[in-house]
């Protein structure tokens, strides 16, 4: 899956640490997501939704389209 999580990061001039801290998850967590080595859960999915403002499909997209 990719996805737009770098892009919105650095928009907000945010670290990987900076994100993590506001998502109470790992650095090593908000790398693996940002590089498409990790999926998020639903539960942290909609955190990310919810920290940006923004819905889930604007910010995960499903590869296969």
Request: net charge positive; no cysteine.
């Amino acid at each position: 899956m990719n996805n737009r999580l770098k892009v919105l990061r650095a928009e907000r001039n945010w670290s990987q640490a900076e994100l993590a801290t506001r998502l109470e998850v790992s650095r090593q967590a908000v790398n693996a997501i940002e590089t498409g080595k990790h999926d998020p859960s639903l539960p942290l999915a909609f955190r990310i939704s919810r920290l940006f403002a923004m819905p889930i499909e604007d910010i995960f997209l499903d590869s296969a389209n």
